[in-house]
């Protein structure tokens, strides 16, 4: 008779050397294949002591065990929790006396806006329905009595896990319970002992980060590994390499000549419509805030000018429409219109050409603002004493 051990977290093939480099129990489906190859159809035990794990790792081994041509015997010695659960129900099932069988929801982790939200609450409760399916054939329950189950988070004992069907019978020697019970590490009233209603599953974060931090340094030469590290397997080796790879494959193009227009469009198109967007934006803003600004001292000017330097051939500024309606309309003394130019001066407007790019348009709000109230004003001003 051939014997499986399905300890610790449940985690995927390629993550189970990381959790050994940890120095945590796990067991993978690649563990639960081999086994299963080298048995061969021979009866088959299957011991479970885990607080689950990686769901997708979970089913792998389920199936592995739904699909041996072989008679297995699955015995819960410590307990058999979340993604270990539905392992369990996988075939026949033995229970320990002190064992422990729990069921709950799927839980998993997103990042984005309320519609990633939303997509990963309707994922997580499509894997509870895939799961319960497991549980409904065991035990013969209905999916909606089921999955109130799990959404309470139901802790099982021996008895109350065979009342439900989740398991076949209890193991009656009491011999057995005691060595099992040892095995899951309950109490043997000599020291306490804690539950957790989970396993020990490393974020996929710090998996990703070891990984790659070992692959550096199995890199080096004369690097040699501290002894008890396993070395990295050549599938996460290849999987760095081909991101260096990739990363110098970026380096190079970005390091090509481009001296023209039309090669930097056909090479980065959608950068080169980011910033024509960026600049006609720009271009627009300039725009009203040059219109306004002339709006703002129209009613002091003729109409013809206005019109003109809003939309003629040569579009200006609003100082620069001021100063010319002075000097057409003559409504103004040598003398004043020096001082007004000194004044235009002081505030940042002396030097202003008649293009629709300077003046207003490069001033804050508040800058615009001041220098049309002073114009507007020097124009009522000389207005008056020459009326």
């Not at 199936?63 to 015995?75: F, P, Q, S």
């Not at 709006?295 to 620069?320: C, H, P």
């Amino acid at each position: 008779m051939a014997k499986i051990g399905v300890k610790g977290t449940i985690v995927a093939d390629d993550d189970k050397w990381i959790y050994e480099y940890f120095g945590i129990a796990a067991t993978c489906p690649k563990d639960i294949q081999a086994a299963i190859m080298e048995a061969n159809g021979e009866d088959l035990d299957v011991e479970i002591n885990s607080g689950g794990g990686d769901v997708v790792a979970g089913n792998e081994i389920y199936t592995a065990l739904r699909m041996y041509r072989g008679k297995v015997n699955i015995i819960i010695s410590g307990m058999a929790a979340s993604a270990a659960s539905y392992i369990a129900t996988a075939r026949h099932c033995e229970i320990s006396p002190v064992g422990i069988f729990m069921i709950h929801n799927a839980s998993g982790g997103a990042r984005g806006d309320y519609h990633a939200m939303d997509k990963e609450s309707e994922i997580l409760q499509a894997v509870n329905r895939a799961i319960a399916t497991a549980y409904m054939d065991k035990t013969k329950m209905k999916l909606d009595d089921l999955l109130n189950l799990m959404d309470c988070e139901s802790w099982l004992t021996a008895e109350e896990a065979l009342s439900y069907g989740f398991v076949d019978s209890i193991i009656e020697s009491q011999e057995d319970a005691k060595g099992a019970a040892a095995k899951g590490g309950f109490s043997d009233g000599k020291k306490k002992t804690a539950l957790y209603n989970a396993a020990t599953v490393l974020d996929r974060e710090t998996i990703d980060r070891t990984k790659e931090m070992l692959a550096r340094a199995s890199e080096k030469p004369g690097n040699t590994a501290p002894e008890g590290v396993p070395k990295p397997p050549e599938s996460v080796l290849d999987n760095q390499n081909q991101k260096k790879v990739e990363v110098k494959e970026m380096a190079d193009t970005t390091q090509e000549s481009i001296s023209t227009v039309e090669e930097l469009t056909a090479k980065y198109p959608a950068l080169v419509q980011q910033i024509k967007d960026s600049a006609s934006l720009e271009a627009t803003a300039a725009e009203n805030a040059r219109l306004k600004a002339i709006d703002e001292i129209a009613g002091q000017i003729s109409d013809k000018m206005v019109a003109d330097a809003k939309y003629g051939e040569k579009k200006v500024t609003a100082e620069a429409l001021a100063l010319e309606a002075f000097r057409q309309n003559g409504i103004m003394a040598a003398a004043a219109l020096s001082d007004m130019k000194e004044d235009i001066g002081e505030s940042g407007a002396g030097e202003v050409a008649p293009s629709a790019n300077t003046g207003l348009a490069d001033d804050s709000g508040e800058q615009r603002e001041a220098k049309v109230n002073n114009l507007a004003q020097k124009i009522k001003e000389s207005r008056g004493k020459n009326a």
